[in-house]
């Protein structure tokens, strides 16, 4: 609906949606609403992956920069757990269940350092979408690099064949098609926070923009 929409425009834009009507439910960030479809946003178009040629770079700020490929990927230990999502669009769904290895285990199984001045990265997906997150806010148990979606392989659409899912965040840093991540040393804005969104996009604290 909105795939080809210039960002700053598309920015623009959601600034003027009216505010729709708050829930109480507790579950439900202020000014979102929950819908039982699970929309499909993205800037550009849905990329076409050959999992032969594919690979997922660990590189910038760790001990030892790593290129995985997918079966490798594949095989680290994999978690399945239930969690809400929030779009800045403003729709929240619940209960979505998403299989994959969490971040904990990522960087424990593949004994990945992040050197003493690393303290964000970037997610860096086909196509050149990226986003940034903070170690802080990796650095938990939901966290996680998802292969599937309700018990099935992601769908092209839905990012297959891998998504990061950061659900205390924003759904836009649950970055699909991703290929790699970068350690850094300070912040640095992805693709949407270069356009107008928040460094941080907590939706609990409504951080939509950053202006
Ligand atoms: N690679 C990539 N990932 C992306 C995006 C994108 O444009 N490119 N858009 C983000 C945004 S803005 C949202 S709301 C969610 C939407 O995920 P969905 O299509 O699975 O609902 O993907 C996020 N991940
Ligand atoms: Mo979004």
């Given at each position: 609906m909105m795939r080809f929409e210039n960002p700053l425009k598309r920015v623009e834009r959601l600034k003027r949606v009216t505010a729709r009507p708050e829930t109480t439910d507790e579950r439900v960030p202020p000014g979102q609403f929950v819908t039982d479809k699970f929309p499909v946003l993205h800037y550009g178009t849905v990329p076409k992956v050959n999992l032969d040629a594919w690979n997922f770079r660990v590189f910038g700020l760790v001990e030892e920069p790593l290129t995985l490929d997918w079966l490798t990927f594949r095989a680290l230990p994999e978690t399945t757990l239930t969690r809400d999502i929030h779009c800045v669009t403003r729709w929240s769904k619940l209960d979505t269940t998403w299989s994959g290895v969490l971040w904990r285990d990522f960087l424990r199984e593949l004994n990945i350092r992040p050197l003493p001045n690393a303290d964000h990265v970037m997610f860096h997906c086909e196509q050149n979408f990226t986003t940034n997150v903070s170690l802080e806010v990796l650095d938990?148990?939901?966290t996680m690099f998802a292969w599937d979606f309700n018990d099935q392989p992601l769908t092209p659409d839905h990012g297959w064949p891998l998504r990061a899912l950061?659900?205390?965040?924003?759904?836009?840093?649950?970055?699909?098609?991703i290929r790699g991540v970068e350690f850094m040393a300070g912040d640095r804005s992805g693709f949407w926070e270069q356009n107008g969104?928040?460094?941080?996009?907590?939706p609990w604290r409504e951080e939509r923009f950053g202006w």
């Open positions: 938990d148990d939901d950061v659900p205390k965040r924003y759904f836009w840093k649950s970055a699909k098609w969104y928040h460094m941080e996009g907590d």
